[in-house]
């Protein structure tokens, strides 16, 4: 199965169209969004082409694609806009004979696993680490990358985990295992 994973959109209707364009192109099963996708938060500066209502029109032409984490930017109010869940806390799934925990990042990590995958979002800077036995990966942010990362998304496939530009271009690789 192959996913794609990305992170606070942030209300970014130009950056949400490019995610969406390389969706289309990736064509994954799923597009995993681990929160902060309509608001851009009062310590971020409001990213390029910021448009909530568009983003949430863009989105919901795709629902069925979505599994949606909530972030610390998203209200009942977003909910109002998605016609797809966005208040859960935490997912989990099985993938690849792996359990991964989804979460935005800004509350404590679940209880885990060795070997258990945990994928957050809100720091706006790519991840792969190694913690106590499990793997802990974070695609960065779609719309305000942070610490001179990249502007994209990361895809699971194949027992791999590939980092990528908007555009596709791949930035990193990693075995997952």
Request: with cysteine; proline share 6%; hydrophobic share 35%.
């Amino acid at each position: 199965m192959k996913l794609m994973i990305a992170s606070d959109i942030h209300g970014s209707f130009t950056y949400c169209k490019q995610l969406m364009d390389a969706f289309d192109k990736e064509q994954p099963q799923k597009l995993i969004l681990l929160g902060d996708i309509l608001y851009h938060g009062p310590r971020n500066a409001l990213p390029d082409g910021y448009s909530p209502q568009d983003v949430a029109k863009l989105l919901n032409e795709r629902k069925k694609s979505l599994l949606c984490i909530r972030g610390n930017c998203e209200a009942e109010v977003d909910q109002m806009m998605l016609e797809f869940p966005v208040l859960a806390d935490y997912a989990v799934m099985f993938w690849q004979g792996k359990t991964i925990y989804m979460a935005h990042g800004h509350h404590p990590v679940p209880p885990m696993q060795e070997g258990d995958i945990l994928l957050s979002g809100h720091t706006h800077i790519p991840l792969y680490a190694k913690i106590d036995g499990t793997l802990r990966l974070n695609p960065g942010s779609v719309s305000i990358p942070k610490e001179n990362s990249h502007h994209g998304y990361m895809i699971l496939e194949d027992s791999t985990a590939y980092w990528k530009e908007l555009d596709g271009t791949i930035v990193r690789t990693e075995a997952i295992d």
